[in-house]
């Protein structure tokens, strides 16, 4: 896996998913580290006891310390951030910032690991070395020249430790600005909106033993063999017991069709596999919430249908009376939906929508999953509202095997918005902080991510600290995106490996090397621990294991303190005192974030600990004390208001999504081994017959336009189409390289969330293609 060139290739994968694909595929990555010794020796580490929490996605661990608990893109993520290459002093003298931002976002990480702080010089257009004590000097200056504390933003991504993300929020409210715009604004915002109007808390209400209990998982808008592998092995144990595995997803996802466990020798051998799923339903883009209506639809037909002829009923008419309010309303919005809205809406066939309910009857069990596919559209909220309502309806939340589940991404995003990464912090929260740390913590809402773009475009948002993430390339509408962070007088970047943030500077910029979570974190009182929670809200410890590349990397909690001890001086807290031993942190964490008494002696426990949800002990922590049914209208047309007043008519409905081949904005490769593309990103899935509608050929380089009335032209150029098992009408392309097609004023309704699964775009044969072949001709 070096930085070759590899023909761009497009050919149909058959093979399953995981198995032979995935070790040949870890071997490349393993070996390209560098250190493969050393790397091995740290992956058999990976989510184990006394080992690290693998820097990948959120997927719980199975219970039991026997198992290997790693998978092809947790190996890959594990060896990317151990890589021997760095890029230290040397590396920016020789390229100017400039030049860098000539460079690919694949090729600008694969030049290793920051390990010394650096400051942009603006005269000469060069990241020259600091010190430490420079660094937080000047970040120090200018937070104390600033008007207002709400002129600086703090952007923390998920793979912050609940210990950093901890002090960085305490830090930012002791400044005076609840400003924490976050990955999840981008990510599970809607989720959290969702659940806490609906059951009273946001957090999924399931944890790993209920997927061994459930009848049927219902896997929504989710690619788990690539974004969550660890996923395949109970979904897989599912299918073999008998149990319904229903997905919804417009694309064939392999990882959601066959899967060959890597650890099953016999597997392994004779190449075999097995199925993922019972039942495979392709909805329109943003259309699950009409699904999920229709099925609740179903289940009242049959409900009245039962009562009539006295059989049982079909609803859990105790559940319903004692635990939930607002079911009337909802059952005549049901009355009033008619089924050609929902089958026009979800995409799907009356026939499909009734086999789904089918499914969904049948269960005594079900739980449902979910991840982008859901939570980035403009009606995510409803569309998760919806959901919860027909899970309501069987009384399929707060017993074994059923509940919600929404798959979060990054590997510690809930447990950094359990440490008060937020920017609508609740009162709660504040009030502990308050009366612990005696200071006079803000209450004014702070700004999300989109709020943030907006706050530096507009001149109010001076100085901009990166906890983690590439803000330059995960947010969307890019060419904007840069301009706000262009715009400010400070940019810090608290990151691990160079990203196209580092190179989008304001006035004045640091870059600060962090140690990563495979990082052996050595301070005054020995190694540290830090701490992570998961998907199913278990918190547990996660240690270093391999020593870090240069002794100028510091830890992340380490630097938070530095900003504010050199900021605040020794208030609210002594900073040093904490990073000397991160138990002085847990200590506080206890005192203040409900559920953690104790914190340092039950993480002794093996395994860690499990926080517990309101929810799934059928407590409801809604202002009405029960769980709401929520009477969301559909919406009467998905494409916004704004799409259609651009007078232009949509080509296609685009989602972006993610390959194989990455983390988010991090590039590991050019495949897409699933998908069957090898050597490019650059490329755009259609239906063959849309292709030919359109006028195109397969193969053809095309540049799309995205639709919206501000004027504004939205354009990415030279894509190759590619002719894609892909519903018509629909369109994908990957993130981040389609991201400046995304709206910065296209997000959810109460989420903010960028709709980056729906987008209204036109297709144009290639500007680049034209002036090739003009240039040839000539
Ligand atoms: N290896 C790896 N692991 C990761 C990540 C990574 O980039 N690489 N990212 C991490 C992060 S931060 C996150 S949030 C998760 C993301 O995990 P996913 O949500 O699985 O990621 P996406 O690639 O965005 O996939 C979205 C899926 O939803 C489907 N989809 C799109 N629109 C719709 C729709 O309207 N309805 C339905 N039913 N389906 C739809 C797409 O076809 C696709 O299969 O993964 C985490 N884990
Ligand atoms: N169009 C479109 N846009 C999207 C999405 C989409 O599906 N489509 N998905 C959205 C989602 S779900 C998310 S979560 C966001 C992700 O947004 P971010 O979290 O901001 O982006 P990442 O690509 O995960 O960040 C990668 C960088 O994090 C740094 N890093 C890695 N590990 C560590 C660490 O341990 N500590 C520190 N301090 N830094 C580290 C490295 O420098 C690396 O370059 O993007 C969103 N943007
Ligand atoms: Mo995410």
């Not at 870059?511 to 005054?524: K, S």
């Not at 499990?610 to 009477?631: D, H, I, M």
């Not at 209208?633 to 008519?649: H, M, N, T, V």
Request: hydrophobic fraction near 35%; glycine fraction near 8%.
């Amino acid at each position: 896996m070096n930085m070759q060139v590899v023909n761009p290739r497009y050919q149909h994968y058959k093979g399953p998913a995981a198995g032979w694909g995935a070790l040949r595929s870890v071997t490349r990555f393993w070996l390209d580290s560098k250190q493969p010794l050393k790397n091995l020796r740290a992956l058999l580490k990976t989510n184990q006891n006394g080992g690290f929490d693998c820097p990948g996605c959120a997927w719980g661990d199975s219970p039991g310390s026997d198992r290997v608990k790693f998978c092809e893109n947790g190996a890959k993520a594990v060896n990317w951030e151990a890589t021997s290459r760095s890029v230290n002093a040397a590396f920016f003298a020789r390229y100017s910032v400039t030049q860098l931002r000539e460079q690919s976002d694949y090729w600008l990480e694969y030049q290793g690991r920051l390990t010394e702080p650096m400051r942009y010089d603006r005269a000469t257009d060069h990241y020259v070395p600091t010190s430490w004590d420079d660094a937080f000097g000047l970040i120090a200056k200018h937070l104390k020249g600033l008007d207002s504390p709400n002129q600086a933003d703090f952007y923390t991504s998920g793979r912050a430790s609940n210990e950093a993300a901890y002090l960085y929020q305490l830090f930012g409210r002791a400044l005076g600005t609840n400003n924490f715009p976050d990955c999840s604004n981008m990510c599970h915002e809607a989720s959290g909106v969702a659940m806490s109007q609906s059951i009273g808390i946001g957090k999924g209400t399931v944890t790993f033993s209920d997927f061994d209990k459930a009848d049927a998982i219902f896997v929504l808008g989710q690619n788990p063999g690539t974004n969550h592998p660890r996923m395949l092995e109970p979904l897989r144990e599912a299918v073999k017991r008998g149990a319904q595995v229903v997905c919804f997803n417009p694309l064939k996802e392999r990882g959601l069709e066959r899967f060959q466990h890597p650890q099953h020798p016999i597997e392994m051998l004779t190449n075999g596999s097995e199925p993922i799923n019972t039942r495979f339903f392709r909805p329109a883009l943003g259309g699950d919430m009409a699904a999920m209506r229709a099925i609740a639809k179903f289940l009242l037909q049959w409900e009245r249908e039962a009562v009539s002829s006295n059989q049982p009923s079909v609803f859990d008419h105790a559940f319903i009376a004692a635990h939930t309010q607002g079911i009337d309303e909802y059952l005549n919005l049901l009355d009033n939906s008619s089924w050609q809205s929902l089958v026009e809406q979800s995409g799907l066939t009356l026939q499909e929508l009734e086999h789904a309910a089918q499914l969904y009857r049948e269960a005594q069990r079900v739980i449902m999953c979910w991840a982008m596919g859901i939570t980035q559209h403009q009606h995510s909220v409803a569309i998760i509202q919806e959901i919860t309502n027909l899970q309501l309806l069987r009384g399929n939340i707060g017993r074994p095997g059923a509940g919600l589940c929404p798959v979060r991404g990054h590997s510690n995003v809930q447990g950094d918005r359990t440490m008060g990464i937020n920017e609508r912090p609740s009162a709660e929260l504040l009030d502990a902080l308050q009366q612990r740390f005696k200071f006079s913590v803000p209450r004014e809402e702070g700004h999300n991510v989109v709020e943030a773009i907006n706050a530096m475009l507009a001149g109010e948002t001076r100085v901009f600290v990166a906890l983690g993430g590439n803000f330059a390339q995960a947010t969307p509408d890019t060419p904007l995106s840069h301009k706000a962070l262009q715009n400010c007088e400070l940019t810090v970047q608290i990151s691990t490996k160079l990203n196209r943030s580092h190179l989008t500077t304001g006035t004045n910029a640091l870059i600060l090397p962090c140690l990563g979570r495979t990082d052996i974190d050595e301070q005054a009182g020995g190694p540290q621990a830090v701490t992570v929670e998961d998907s199913f809200s278990m918190i547990h410890a996660s240690y270093g294991q391999l020593t870090p590349l240069s002794t100028q990397m510091r830890s992340e909690p380490a630097i938070i303190a530095g900003m504010a001890k050199t900021t605040l001086g020794d208030t609210p807290v002594n900073w040093d005192a904490l990073i000397a031993d991160y138990r002085e942190i847990r200590k506080l964490i206890a005192d203040t974030i409900p559920g953690f008494t104790d914190f340092n002696q039950r993480l002794l426990q093996p395994g860690g600990f499990y926080l517990g949800n309101s929810a799934a002990e059928r407590q409801w922590q809604t202002a009405s004390g029960k769980a709401n049914f929520k009477a969301n209208p559909l919406l009467e047309d998905l494409i916004p208001e704004q799409a259609k007043r651009s007078g232009q008519q949509a080509d296609l409905i685009m989602q972006t999504l993610r390959s194989h081949d990455q983390y988010n904005t991090t590039i590991y490769g050019l495949d897409d081994r699933y998908r069957g593309v090898t050597g490019q990103r650059k490329v755009i899935f259609a239906n063959g017959a849309d292709i030919i509608r359109l006028g195109f050929k397969t193969g053809q380089k095309v540049d799309a336009v995205s639709l919206w009335d501000d004027g504004l032209e939205r354009k990415i150029v030279g894509f190759t189409l590619l002719a894609f098992d892909i519903p018509a009408g629909q369109a994908a392309a990957y993130y981040p390289e389609a991201n400046p097609l995304v709206p910065l004023q296209s997000f959810g309704s109460g989420s903010f969330t960028p709709t980056s699964k729906f987008i209204a775009i036109r297709l144009f044969a290639s500007e680049t293609d034209k002036q090739m072949i003009e240039a040839k001709s000539a």
